[in-house]
């Protein structure tokens, strides 16, 4: 125990990886007295929490005890869409805030979030959920977008082009699931953009709107991550306002959410994925408190404490993170001066081998910074 517990408020965090760990310390900061739930392996945030259980983050029932013997006080966990069910769980059987079990599992399964959208007449694409090869799939009109049902980083994703290709992305996709279940969806060609809301007792409200930029196909890993977005004002009221109706669809009330969209040249919009709970790639962690001057974690933090407020937000600015990989090797040059360059809020080289990417693990490191405009560091 690294600190008496007498009177301390508990709080429960699901995962511990480094996207776990602007959790535990502000948690920490606040205070709070942490309980950390994952795999001992890669466990970075083992040290940094009160208490570490090397317990796998979908083992609900046994966490489920160990909160209840805890007497935790609340329960959440960020950028985890596989955490997100057992939070909910936790939260439920407890009777501290959260989504309800259902709307989180709705949440982590793309073909009932599209379902759920279809029946709540939110635009997304067309769809078809598969669990094995089937042949009627190659008259499906090209090209389509081939995906796990329940995994993100990229994992499994592939943009499919010719017949030939299909059946092959069909199965790497079920093998990269858990329930071996894959999607066979309708390509929307477009800008892409994710969107970041914080939610407490069903009401939503919207923090900011970010750019992406991909490897585009076939794996369509991100490489670059901008707030704010440049939409038009007008846009930003229709993105808000369809993001509000598919977190009531999905059934999502209380804690982070992370949208994905795209957004056709002819205007149409289109939501890919909607995550219960803040976007990676240190979007949610670092990019919106940077851009807007909310803290966003500490959102997450209040909103399982009970103890919520509506956002407030200070000074405004340009913010994002770009990614070190084979296809951006020029980063390099960057990375190594970064201490020097002012727009550098903070950067990280993981690995010394630049790997071409398939999905988000195979970047070997990241630059975020905050600047008057949007910052291009190849410019320096």
């Known amino acids: 125990m690294k600190e008496s517990d007498s009177g301390m408020k508990k709080l429960a965090v699901i995962g511990a990886s480094y996207l776990q760990l602007p959790l535990v310390v502000k948690a920490r900061e606040n205070g709070l007295r942490v309980l950390c739930f994952a795999w001992d392996k890669d466990a970075v945030c083992k040290e940094a929490a009160d208490v570490f259980y090397p317990i796998s983050i979908v083992e609900k029932e046994e966490i489920l005890d160990i909160c209840r013997k805890e007497k935790i006080d609340g329960i959440c966990t960020i950028a985890s869409d596989v955490a997100a069910p057992t939070v909910a769980y936790v939260a439920g059987k407890l009777g501290l805030p959260g989504n309800t079990y259902e709307a989180a599992c709705r949440a982590n399964n793309k073909y009932q979030m599209r379902e759920a959208f279809n029946r709540a007449g939110v635009p997304c694409p067309q769809y078809r959920m598969v669990t094995g090869w089937d042949e009627s799939l190659n008259s499906l009109p090209l090209p389509l977008i081939v995906k796990p049902s329940d995994r993100s980083g990229s994992l499994g994703v592939t943009k499919v082009e010719r017949v030939e290709e299909l059946q092959p992305a069909v199965e790497r996709a079920l093998a990269c699931s858990f329930k071996h279940e894959a999607m066979v969806e309708e390509f929307v060609s477009g800008r892409e953009i994710s969107v970041e809301f914080i939610s407490c007792g069903g009401k939503h409200y919207p923090l900011a709107i970010t750019d992406k930029v991909t490897t585009e196909a076939p794996h369509f890993v991100e490489l670059q991550h901008h707030q704010p977005s440049t939409l038009p004002a007008d846009m930003y009221r ?24 795209k957004i056709t ?44 407020e509506p956002p407030v937000f200070g000074e405004k600015a340009c913010a994002g993170v770009y990614f070190l990989c084979r296809e951006t090797a020029r980063l390099q040059a960057v990375m190594d001066r970064a201490d020097d360059i002012p727009e550098v809020v903070r950067c990280e080289q993981t690995d010394r081998e630049l790997r071409p990417v398939a999905c988000s693990a195979d970047r070997s490191g990241y630059i975020i910074y905050r600047s008057e405009r949007k910052w291009v560091p190849y410019e320096k």
């Open 265 to 308: 040249p002819d205007g149409r919009i289109a939501v890919m994925e909607i995550g219960g709970r803040m976007g990676g790639d240190f979007i949610g962690s670092d990019l919106v408190r940077l851009s807007t001057g909310y803290d966003f974690v500490q959102g997450v933090v209040d909103v399982a404490l009970g103890r919520f």
């Open 238 to 261: 229709k993105i808000y306002d369809i993001t509000q109706r598919a977190l009531d669809a999905l059934g999502l009330t209380d804690g982070a959410s992370h949208s994905e969209y």
